[in-house]
């Protein structure tokens, strides 16, 4: 499961271990006692619709321990690739533009990379998940998938936005006591290293909620690690976070 982090305030710069990405490895994961599809999907860094349209598991998405599920796509199902959108030709001239090539289309057809900050969300604005100094800052080309912020142990971790909890335990590596929160079909946020968890899968949550006590489960160092996802995507949280 995943944790929030919390850290120290000592005058030398702590050095933070940021929580490496997870690829997976086998084609299989096996469910394990207290996994969900979405902490599944969270530690391979899939969408958890993917999953669940590759393993055929419908919505509420129940999953049960021994169950094996496929975390790449059955081999005659291709990921399809959009279609260029077909205009309709005007009635026109024999002289058709030059400018018919779009590169620019073409290769947003070929992969659909997620902006730095994708459309706003349906639920609205975002709130910061605690208190603190900021520690470690996102690396969309490194292994830090969030940002972690300082604090003290037993300090109040909040919900960033409403939504309901798909996860919390401790099954994912490096994250401690994890809290994973769907907000919307596209965006799912998560607070690792807690100290003490005080909500359940399944609850409605409001923004500013308090969800756990800040701790450092799973790390060295009092910290909250905080991420935000986009379509099974890591994004940047201090794109979305209110200035300070």
């Known amino acids: 499961m995943l944790v929030a982090c919390g850290g120290g305030t000592p005058k030398a ?58 975390l790449y796509p059955p081999a005659d199902k291709k990921r399809p690739v959009p279609r260029p959108e077909q205009k309709p030709r005007a009635a026109s001239p024999a002289q058709e533009p030059v400018a018919r090539e779009k590169p620019a289309r073409k290769k947003s057809e070929a992969s659909t990379p997620t902006p730095a900050k994708p459309a706003a969300a349906k639920f609205g604005s975002w709130s910061w998940p605690t208190d603190g100094a900021l520690a470690e800052r996102f690396t969309p080309s490194g292994p830090s998938k969030g940002i972690a912020i300082r604090g003290k142990k037993g300090q109040p971790v909040l919900a960033a936005a409403p939504g309901t909890v798909v996860y ?25 290293h807690n100290d003490r968890i005080l909500v359940k899968e399944g609850n409605a949550i409001r923004r500013g909620q308090k969800i756990a006590e800040m701790g450092n489960s799973g790390t060295d160092h009092v910290k909250l690690h905080f991420e935000i996802r986009y379509r099974g995507t890591p994004v940047d949280p201090l794109a979305y976070l209110p200035q300070k």
Do not use: C, M
Request: hydrophobic share 35%; glycine share 8%.
């Open 168 to 192: 919390r335990g401790s099954g994912l590596r490096g994250y401690g006591e994890l809290i994973i929160i769907k907000h919307d079909a596209d965006f799912l946020s998560a607070y690792a």
């Open 13 to 70: 710069p702590v050095t933070e271990q940021p929580i490496a990405s997870r690829q997976p490895e086998a084609p299989t994961r096996e469910v394990r006692a207290g996994d969900t599809l979405y902490s599944i999907a969270w530690e391979s860094g899939r969408d958890y619709r993917e999953l669940a349209a590759w393993n055929n598991i419908a919505p509420p998405y129940v999953i049960r321990a021994g169950q094996k599920l496929r």
